[in-house]
């Protein structure tokens, strides 16, 4: 049967010819309304006596019909094949939405609401059609797929079990004469290497490591609301292990008896994992996540699950909002909120969080730790909350770089449940020779860091990454979000998006991310891999200093799998202080150093070289501070913007 033609009075005219800069009532929902239209139209032929169907394709006449009238544009003239298709004058938003609640019916969508699917119109014009356009313009231009493949590849092994590569451990730096200070909030603030020393010498007991953070976490949850669940009973019973392991004369090494907290989209059996949500606030996982098994087998010890933003997204969870030790008068940003504050306040002396698009590499920017976003692979993800396969990363936050290697260390390898982890054989970054290295820096660095190191031997050269794909942000909108959408579709199918934290958050973006068509998601992640190869061909540098919250390189960073090692820099007071004559409150400066994949050892290495001989990732919050004047404004004054997408036109 041949199907029904679709054919205007004028060839220019595209399905897509109403522009970002045309009123927003004539952009609400042509595009969207050719799609339905092809759809409806091909129903009806393929069963002319459907009568759902042939009132589809009437609504979808009738509001072509309106839309040309209110954009003054050449008439379409639509032809089919049913001769009983009449048509109906209903006045224009009857029409409209009839229209388009008869396209996500077609799609099986036909859950939202009037108000919903308008939001969605809107927002699939507004965001989605630029995006379509620019990946088109970039990979799509020839036909064959000869060009551009996607970097989504399919292996059709069953074999899981990989074996395990025969790498060396780390040759940990030895730190002689550390000693126990007689001040609890000393030992709070002492780096994983300097506690690991004192359990080892047995100045100290796991034990009583665990009774200090847990103190402190109960004092500052109230403040920060970082802390989703207090793992008390599992920490004592994890310690006790620890010093009679030690007592028998064996030690796991560095993290053995250290105690953590775990961002808490990470599974762990008999606690709650509420992935920061309403919805799930009650959930108990029977899965022991590969992470948390990592650092059980190191000897490490479980004190809380920090908090994550809601579902993974920013620092709104279903218990508050987590706050900056820095800063009260802030939030953390970033979804891994909890784990950042913590180890910022001396809460925990490390804590393992993730990323997906800045999740990591904002809240430690804005708290003033050091974090460790790895290789992509580095670190499998069984029994963690998924957002995008290809995207998802675990990773460190400490006080220090040197830190970061050493939990680096102990959570990488392959998972043989996790098919995008892998067994990477990293270089020792303690035995790094940086005085070989050549390492750029963009026009956003921070100079003092390029000082720094540039003193200690490293050839440091002006640097920028080039590459012509201009629709980066818009490739990880479409695949974080459609990713997300394949994980939560029951959740946004029986409403329970209604309950969500935030709702302009994830439920908004979500519901548009329903209209992304199959075709432009691949197209996307074709881009992706055009990204992908002029990145590696203009990443001529051991690694670079740069900027690590422009939202661009935290795009183009998280598409590609670069590692990035976030560090401290320096300190500025705040814009508006609190009235008191003395406030220590502080904007955080911050810089990233970004290397290649699985060259994870240059940056750790760099940012070792660079704190060796400067003291900002030893500076203390003031998060004791609060005095009469000195309050927390809720809301704060310091309102954060939302994030914003860019399309390079």
Same mark, same amino acid.
């Given at each position: 049967m041949v199907a029904p033609q679709i054919t205007t009075c004028d060839p220019t005219i595209r399905p897509c010819l109403l522009t970002r800069g045309s009123p927003p009532r004539t952009r609400t929902c042509a595009p969207l309304l050719l799609l339905l239209l092809g759809l409806t139209v091909s129903l009806t032929v393929a069963n002319p006596s459907c009568e759902s169907s042939v009132s589809m394709v009437r609504n979808c006449k009738q509001l072509w019909k309106i839309l040309d009238r209110k954009v003054s544009v050449p008439r379409r003239r639509i032809t089919t094949s049913p001769s009983n298709i009449t048509q109906t004058e209903l006045p224009d938003k009857t029409m409209e939405a009839k229209c388009l609640q008869s396209m996500f019916e077609l799609i099986d969508s036909g859950f939202f609401n009037e108000t919903k699917i308008q939001e969605i119109a809107n927002g699939a014009t507004e965001m989605n059609l630029p995006i379509y356009r620019t990946n088109r313009k970039l990979v799509a231009t020839k036909n064959g797929g000869l060009e551009n493949p996607s970097p989504l590849v399919f292996n059709a092994s069953w074999n899981r079990e990989v074996p395990r590569a025969q790498a060396k451990r780390f040759n940990y730096p030895s730190l002689s004469g550390v000693r126990l200070p007689e001040n609890e909030e000393d030992i709070a603030f002492m780096s994983v290497l300097e506690l690991g020393e004192l359990i080892k010498t047995k100045q100290v007991t796991s034990k009583e490591l665990v009774r200090i953070y847990l103190k402190r976490l109960k004092r500052y949850n109230h403040v920060l609301e970082s802390v989703v669940t207090y793992t008390e009973e599992l920490a004592y019973k994890q310690a006790k292990e620890a010093d009679d392991l030690l007592s028998q004369g064996t030690y796991l090494g560095p993290l053995h008896g250290i105690p953590y907290g775990l961002k808490d989209i990470v599974a762990v059996p008999g606690y709650k994992t509420t992935w920061g949500s309403t919805s799930f606030k009650d959930q108990v996982l029977d899965i022991e996540a590969w992470v948390y098994r990592r650092l059980k087998a190191? /000897?490490?010890?479980?004190?809380?699950?920090?908090?994550?933003?809601?579902?993974?997204?920013?620092?709104?969870?279903?218990?508050?909002?987590?706050?900056?030790?820095?800063? %009260?008068?802030?939030?953390?940003?970033?979804?891994?909120? /909890?784990?950042?504050?913590?180890?910022?306040?001396?809460?925990?002396?490390?804590?393992? /969080?993730? #990323?997906?698009?800045?999740?990591?590499?904002?809240?430690?920017?804005? *708290?003033?730790?050091?974090? +460790?976003?790895?290789?992509?692979?580095?670190?499998?993800?069984?029994?963690?909350?998924?957002?995008?396969?290809?995207?998802?990363?675990?990773?460190? +936050?400490?006080?220090?770089?040197?830190?970061?290697?050493?939990? =680096?260390?102990?959570?990488?390898?392959?998972?043989?449940?996790?098919?995008?982890?892998? #067994?990477?054989?990293?270089?020792?970054? +303690?035995?790094?020779? %940086?005085?070989?290295?050549?390492?750029?820096?963009?026009? &956003?660095?921070?100079?003092?860091?390029? #000082?720094?190191?540039?003193?200690?031997?490293?050839?440091?050269?002006?640097?920028?990454?080039?590459?012509?794909? &201009?629709?980066?942000?818009?490739?990880?909108?479409?695949?974080?979000?459609?990713?997300? =959408?394949?994980?939560?579709? #029951?959740?946004?199918?029986?409403?329970?998006?209604?309950?969500?934290?935030?709702?302009?958050?994830?439920?908004?973006?979500?519901?548009?991310?329903?209209?992304?068509?199959?075709?432009?998601?691949?197209?996307?992640?074709?881009?992706?891999?055009? =990204?992908?190869?002029?990145?590696?061909?203009?990443?001529?540098?051991?690694?670079?200093?740069?900027?690590?919250?422009?939202?661009?390189?935290?795009?183009?960073?998280?598409?590609?799998?670069?590692?990035?090692?976030?560090?401290?820099?320096? +300190?500025?007071?705040?814009?508006?202080?609190?009235?008191?004559?003395? *406030?220590?409150?502080?904007?955080?400066?911050?810089?990233?150093?970004?290397?290649?994949?699985?060259?994870?050892?240059?940056?750790?290495?760099?940012?070792?070289?660079?704190?060796?001989?400067?003291?900002?990732?030893?500076?203390?919050?003031?998060?004791?501070?609060?005095?009469?004047?000195?309050?927390?404004?809720?809301?704060?004054?310091?309102?954060?913007?939302?994030?914003?997408?860019? %399309?390079?036109?």
């Open positions: 190191s /000897g490490a010890v479980l004190v809380a699950k920090l908090v994550t933003g809601s579902l993974a997204y920013d620092d709104i969870w279903f218990g508050g909002r987590t706050r900056n030790p820095w800063n %009260i008068e802030e939030f953390s940003t970033g979804s891994s909120a /909890g784990p950042a504050a913590s180890t910022s306040a001396g809460m925990v002396p490390f804590a393992i /969080g993730s #990323e997906t698009a800045g999740s990591m590499t904002y809240p430690a920017a804005r *708290c003033g730790v050091t974090a +460790f976003r790895p290789t992509f692979g580095s670190v499998g993800r069984t029994g963690v909350m998924s957002l995008s396969e290809s995207l998802d990363k675990l990773g460190p +936050f400490c006080r220090t770089a040197a830190d970061c290697a050493v939990v =680096l260390d102990a959570i990488k390898g392959k998972d043989p449940d996790d098919l995008s982890s892998r #067994e990477i054989a990293f270089v020792d970054p +303690f035995s790094v020779d %940086i005085t070989k290295l050549t390492v750029g820096y963009t026009k &956003d660095a921070d100079m003092k860091v390029v #000082e720094v190191l540039g003193s200690k031997g490293v050839n440091m050269v002006p640097f920028e990454l080039n590459y012509t794909v &201009d629709s980066v942000q818009g490739i990880l909108n479409f695949t974080m979000d459609v990713d997300m =959408l394949a994980h939560f579709d #029951e959740w946004q199918r029986t409403g329970q998006e209604d309950l969500y934290e935030a709702q302009d958050q994830w439920p908004v973006e979500l519901r548009r991310a329903r209209v992304v068509t199959a075709v432009d998601y691949i197209q996307a992640q074709r881009a992706r891999g055009k =990204l992908i190869r002029e990145v590696e061909k203009s990443f001529i540098v051991d690694a670079f200093i740069g900027n690590v919250t422009d939202w661009e390189k935290v795009c183009m960073g998280n598409l590609v799998g670069l590692p990035v090692l976030v560090i401290p820099t320096g +300190f500025k007071n705040i814009s508006e202080p609190p009235p008191t004559k003395s *406030c220590r409150r502080r904007t955080t400066i911050n810089a990233g150093i970004y290397a290649p994949p699985e060259r994870d050892h240059i940056a750790l290495a760099l940012g070792m070289a660079y704190q060796s001989v400067t003291d900002a990732h030893k500076r203390r919050p003031p998060v004791d501070d609060l005095g009469p004047d000195d309050s927390i404004p809720n809301p704060p004054r310091a309102i954060i913007p939302p994030r914003r997408l860019h %399309i390079h036109e």
